[in-house]
């Protein structure tokens, strides 16, 4: 035998050959259904893994070291191949710039890993290529300044986080630049006026909050300035009176609240003046007592009787005239009893049986 042939038979005496094994994992028990593919040397996966849908498409591929994703990792969209997403993997752990795509290849999404955490700035792309939104992040939360804008270039939002939740000013505009809301937030709540505006830059409504809650005036308005709606808050809780008016000044709606509670019965008007409805509360209560409604030209339309919040008895409604068009008859908020109908002379011309809401066979 000669000394190179020895030399050799020596070597791999000392060097055992390396056990390499090709592994299959299966979706179904029949092991037809190929899930994942990968190598396995001295029993560490190493090298290319693929994975595959259920209909065998391949869907994902990536590098293996030392049995840990060490490399890129490439999402792909079974249905044509191409790239959905690369991330980069050191020791099992995301490191580096990851992008997402769109189906024909333009970046979607860029971002950065530092120890399987995002830091940084991560951006998104309209399919143009133009920005669609930046926010920064720390330690995988928004912190700091994020903006969004329309595709024409135009700012569409601005926010301030800190550690993941709304901090300081949120500002919202419309395609134009124009400004249509802006508030300030204190760990995650709003705090402060919040402003809404018309796009001409007037004013559409005005509030307070505090930690959260409504808590001061509330006031909105018409196109025109006009106060649409106007009422005091305290603590979430309605605490004063609460108006409304239609655009050329009238009252449309009144009521009187203490920490919540109703102090007087809701009223609401027609343009005209007159009551459209009158509604009662139980006392001390928010429940409802009593409903009455009128037609426009003041006549009676209906009186709706509760009981612990829900319509209980009989309900008689009228037509503008004031004559009787229908009877009905109600328990626990359901029609139950019989629903008579009439006509113009007061005669009734049909009736119908109700059990717990349902109509039900004579």
């Given at each position: 035998m000669s000394k190179y042939l020895l030399f050799v038979s020596a070597l791999l005496l000392s060097f055992p050959l390396a056990a390499?094994?090709?592994i299959r994992?299966?979706?179904?028990?029949?092991?037809e259904l190929i899930k994942e593919i990968y190598v396995r040397i001295n029993g560490k996966a190493e090298g290319m893994v693929k994975r595959y849908s259920e209909d065998g498409q391949l869907i994902q591929v990536g590098q293996l070291k030392n049995d840990?994703?060490?490399?890129?990792?490439?999402?792909?969209?079974?249905?044509?191949?191409?790239?959905?997403?690369?991330v980069p993997f050191i020791e099992n752990q995301r490191e580096g710039l990851s992008r997402s795509f769109y189906p024909g290849g333009q970046v979607q999404q860029e971002l950065n890993f530092v120890s399987n955490l995002i830091q940084g700035k991560v951006t998104t792309y309209f399919p143009n290529g133009k920005i669609k939104d930046q926010t920064f992040f720390k330690n995988d939360r928004p912190d700091g300044l994020s903006q969004s804008f329309f595709e024409n270039g135009q700012v569409n939002q601005t926010i301030e986080y800190q550690e993941g939740e709304y901090h300081g000013l949120t500002e919202i505009y419309n395609e134009q630049g124009q400004k249509i809301r802006s508030a300030t937030y204190k760990n995650g709540e709003i705090e402060g006026k919040e402003l809404e505006y018309f796009p001409d830059g007037g004013i559409k409504s005005s509030v307070v909050y505090t930690k959260g809650l409504l808590d001061g005036e509330y006031i909105s308005y018409y196109p025109n300035g006009q106060v649409a709606r106007k009422g005091y808050f305290k603590k979430g809780e309605p605490d004063g009176d609460l108006l409304e008016y239609f655009e050329d000044g009238s009252v449309k709606s009144k009521i009187a609240h203490k920490k919540g509670i109703p102090q007087s019965p809701l009223i609401v008007y027609y343009e005209n003046g007159n009551m459209s409805l009158k509604r009662e509360f139980i006392d001390k209560t928010d429940l409802i007592l009593k409903e009455t409604f009128y037609h426009p030209n003041g006549n009676l339309f209906q009186i709706l009787p509760y009981t612990d919040g829900l319509l209980e008895g009989e309900v008689k409604m009228y037509s503008?005239?004031?004559?009787l068009e229908e009877v009905r008859n109600y328990k626990m908020g359901r029609l139950d009893g019989p629903r008579q109908f009439y006509d113009e002379e007061g005669k009734l011309t049909k009736e119908e049986?109700?059990?717990e809401g349902k109509k039900i066979d004579k």
């Open positions: 390499q094994d090709t994992t299966y979706y179904d028990e029949e092991k840990q994703r060490h490399g890129l990792f490439v999402d792909i969209d079974p249905a044509n191949g191409d790239t959905l997403r690369i503008e005239k004031g004559i049986i109700y059990k």
